[in-house]
């Protein structure tokens, strides 16, 4: 009997490994040929325009010149003003919930908060046109794109934030209450160091939406061709916007640079998430080192 349920209970982790090896394997896969398809999709324009598709600044397809610098600067600007203003909000709330809040006030916040994440970007986006462009003066912009888009990760930063300060040991927060610190002393001392790579993965998680949202931005950063300015009351365009604009009325050059946008925007996703996962291994290999 003993050697019959040794026997299933080999068979069932040879299985569980393979479903395992086979499901990483698919994920890879089916990113493998969604990289393939667009980057050949995209050669068209990038074998035409070369390196001045990054470089330059004029969008025209009547003349075939495709110069995606604005669209560039437009994602990487606004998600940078989304980003300055979810991180402290999030943060300051996480811990607010987790160290702070009664328990009466604690359940009733993380469910809003868990509300909040899944409202469908449109909402946030009309209401950007309707509030922030008309009522508040801010027009159509790359600052009122900030601002939604701030509002819109600051929820996912939350969460993120949120479960990850939850793991702190809680015999290390109270060593240090019993040591005399007060509670900010005991969050800076304890709670954060503890927390910090989740959190800068919280971060860029959050940047990675940023970057990628399409509808919302769309609606409220004004969709000007052109701009590569700080002023954050300009108008301007971003990858995401310019592509669910256009892609329409788009003759075949048209999509392939629209593709080639996409192509960008991917592979800088990509360099964040890596980047972000250097930033929490670092983080983790320092603490450990720490602690011995």
Request: proline content about 4%; overall charge positive; hydrophobic content about 55%.
């Amino acid at each position: 009997m003993l050697l019959d349920l040794r026997g299933r209970s080999a068979h069932g982790d040879r299985a569980f490994r393979w479903i395992a090896i086979g499901a990483g394997a698919l994920v890879l896969l089916i990113l493998g040929m969604v990289a393939l398809v667009m980057v050949d999709r995209a050669r068209p324009v990038l074998g035409e325009m070369g390196l001045s598709f990054f470089s330059s600044k004029r969008w025209s397809s009547a003349d075939g010149m495709y110069g995606a610098l604005p669209f560039l600067w437009g994602t990487l600007f606004t998600a940078a003003i989304a980003v300055a203003i979810a991180v402290p909000v999030s943060l300051g709330v996480a811990l607010f919930v987790t160290q702070v809040a009664p328990r009466w006030l604690k359940k009733p916040m993380v469910y809003v908060i868990d509300l909040l994440a899944v409202v469908p970007s449109v909402v946030f986006g009309l209401w950007g046109v309707l509030v922030l462009s008309q009522h508040f003066g801010l027009g159509r912009s790359f600052l009122t794109a900030g601002i939604i888009l701030g509002i819109m990760i600051t929820p996912i930063i939350t969460s993120l934030s949120r479960e990850v300060i939850e793991t702190t040991p809680p015999s290390e927060k109270e060593a240090a209450l019993a040591l005399g610190a007060t509670r900010w002393e005991m969050i800076r001392a304890s709670v954060l160091p503890h927390s910090k790579g989740g959190l800068v993965g919280a971060v860029m998680l959050g940047l990675g939406r940023a970057m990628g949202e399409t509808i919302a931005a769309a609606l409220v950063i004004g969709s000007a061709l052109g701009q590569v300015t700080v002023n954050p009351f300009a108008s301007g365009n971003s990858m995401p916007a310019v592509i669910a604009n256009e892609w329409g009325e788009a003759d075949d050059m048209h999509k392939s640079a629209l593709i080639a946008l996409a192509v960008t925007l991917f592979v800088i996703t990509i360099a964040v998430n890596l980047i972000a996962t250097a930033i929490v291994q670092r983080s983790m290999r320092h603490s450990r080192g720490k602690s011995t």
